[in-house]
């Protein structure tokens, strides 16, 4: 079985789950299965494109070396895939991966940190509140008129409550 097959099945049961979600999650799940290469996801409003220095013409765009990344790190599944790849404990859901594109696409000034610069290409992250716990991050890249996805993860808050618990157990 090569490394494709391999993913394949390894994902089969996320992947049917995302093409049946939402529109969204099904252009990922066809850009993980290697149905296309890359897949749009619509364009930024206007204050984010003067923000990130793009046109509001901008594609933003999904590849597919990202979203393998992305598998690889465990953020669909919560298992990492590959020898460079590790497990995510607190794995994207499928309506966090179908807010991803609204998140880029109308992010403020307050979300959105320079990060570095890889290969010649800027990357941001942008950090947006989805629910009382989670924190999303994607990170974005520019190119010319494109902001591409790299990554999407949760960052999860730490629970003072659970911290408090467990000082008070151990003495």
Known sequence: MGASAERYARLDTILIRMARH??????????????????????????TASLFGVSIRAKILLK??????MDNSGHFTGSGFGKRGHNDPNPLTLSQISGIPTIIKTARRDEIRFD??????????ITRRTSKNHIIVVEVSIKKNEITL?????LT??????????LLSHG
């Open 22 to 47: 939402s529109s969204v999650t099904r252009k990922f799940a066809e850009v993980l299965n290697g149905q296309t290469k890359s897949a749009l996801l619509g364009y930024p409003e206007k204050e």
């Open 157 to 166: 808050k730490k629970r003072r409550t659970h911290d408090r618990m467990r």
């Open 64 to 69: 597919r070396s990202y979203i393998l990344h």
């Open 150 to 154: 790299v990554t999407a993860y949760n």
């Open 116 to 125: 570095k610069q890889v290969r010649g290409l800027k990357r941001y992250k």
